[in-house]
């Protein structure tokens, strides 16, 4: 068993892009998190078939890639769509019927500033994780036997509960083949096991859910929490994320 | 109620250094934590009678200002007394016998680090925070109504689960006088609220636990979770920690 512990590759779980230069990024995973709402809905388009999506780090990025790329441009601050561009940040604007086989570029307030970021340090892969692709996240990091990095986007560089949550959730699944030696990804896991019976309710309490609330997104941050609904594999390949399943 | 809701003062959970400069440090109190063991040593040796605390960030600044205060020098690095200066950071070493009347000058890894960050930040007050002055704590920041940052030295920056199980004793005792719109505050006080009949246990489980155990400190550790086995309130007053009570 010691000897077998010893090849377990690590896990690690960064609470916030501000963190993320404190760890090992180079030649690990990176999985990125944004459970409300940018890898919830990236997972969505790319189940109903989107060609690739691009993630952009600002809105002028966004409005000159999608005339580049004839791309559908998406992004949202503060609940309403970014001047400029045509879409919102809501995995209910992408069913099949709307996105298949299409490219989007989007940009969001956390999630693909810390994609652009996992990227510039030099990770192996990058791929995204959420509630709605969980299995497949977590199937692909068993089968890879290399470091992962949970990637919590949290809010403006500020932790929050939901993206832990989620890092949590996927520990639990993955634990028995990493060596984890990190609270961060203890204290998530607890905070997982302590409420992941009873998530619906559990995330009414929270501060995001209040903001979005406000905007009338309640349905989309319950489908965020819905387990393998849009089961694909986003993965970073040649400037997008694609389905790698 | 919520007139009254809206005079309440902020309280916000810093869950690293590296994340203070997220918040508004100017014109708040902050709560040092460092749990194992920097804050819990220095209410023990303030409650043990010594005059008053120097906190300083490095080795060098140790030696020099213990040669000019005539005080006593301390601080570790991996379990050992810093070469060059003469005692450690247990608090066992802090008795009245010997402490009393004493200016202690002590560096940490981490706490008083965190410590210098919040007073070039523009603090208020700060003090320092540790289970065995829990209620002291609480009692003052309940009575200056004013905003409060409960600041966790974690680990080299990361975050560790000790100082944020003690943020959230904290915020047990003095929630009802805040505004706190936080999620690390409200993962902090769940994650109390989870453990806190079964903190001696807990904490057996944590990395720090084993990392201090290796040196055979497993008692400072058991007694760094106690609560109000040494009421002072430190708090810094002219370049030192003083006994406010």
């Given at each position: 068993m010691?000897?077998?512990n010893n090849k377990k590759p690590s896990l690690h779980t960064v609470l916030t892009p501000q963190l993320l230069d404190l760890y090992e990024i180079k030649d690990s995973i990176v999985v990125i998190i944004d459970v409300f709402r940018?890898?919830?809905?990236?997972?969505?388009a790319l189940y109903n078939g989107a060609k690739k999506i691009i993630p952009v780090d600002s809105p002028e990025a966004c409005i000159e890639i999608g005339n580049a790329t004839g791309g559908i441009t998406a992004g949202e601050r503060d609940g309403?769509?970014?001047?400029?561009?045509?879409?919102?940040?809501?995995?209910?604007?992408?069913?099949?019927?709307?996105?298949?086989?299409?490219?989007?570029?989007?940009?969001t307030t956390n999630g693909t500033k810390l994609l652009h970021m996992a990227l510039r340090s030099g990770a192996k892969e990058v791929i995204t994780g959420s509630f709605p692709n969980l299995s497949n996240v977590v199937n692909y990091l068993k089968a890879q036997n290399a470091p992962?990095?949970?990637?919590?986007?949290?809010?403006?560089?500020?932790?929050n509960i939901e993206d832990t949550l989620f890092a949590g959730?996927?520990?639990?699944?993955?634990?028995?083949?990493?060596?984890?030696?990190?609270?961060?990804?203890?204290?998530?896991?607890?905070?997982?096991?302590?409420?992941?019976?009873?998530?619906?309710?559990?995330?009414?309490?929270?501060?995001?859910?209040?903001?979005?609330?406000?905007y009338g997104?309640?349905?989309d941050m319950l489908y965020c929490v819905t387990q393998d609904i849009a089961p694909s594999l986003p993965i970073f390949r040649d400037g997008a994320l694609i389905n790698g399943i």
């Open positions: 010691s000897s077998e940018a890898t919830s809905t990236m997972a969505t309403k769509i970014i001047p400029g561009l045509s879409y919102g940040n809501s995995p209910s604007e992408y069913p099949r019927s709307f996105i298949e086989n299409k490219t989007l570029v989007i940009t992962v990095i949970l990637g919590c986007s949290g809010w403006k560089n500020r932790f959730a996927i520990i639990e699944a993955v634990k028995d083949q990493f060596t984890i030696h990190c609270d961060s990804s203890f204290m998530a896991n607890q905070l997982y096991m302590q409420q992941k019976d009873n998530l619906p309710e559990y995330i009414k309490t929270l501060t995001h859910w209040h903001r979005l609330a406000a997104l309640e349905a």
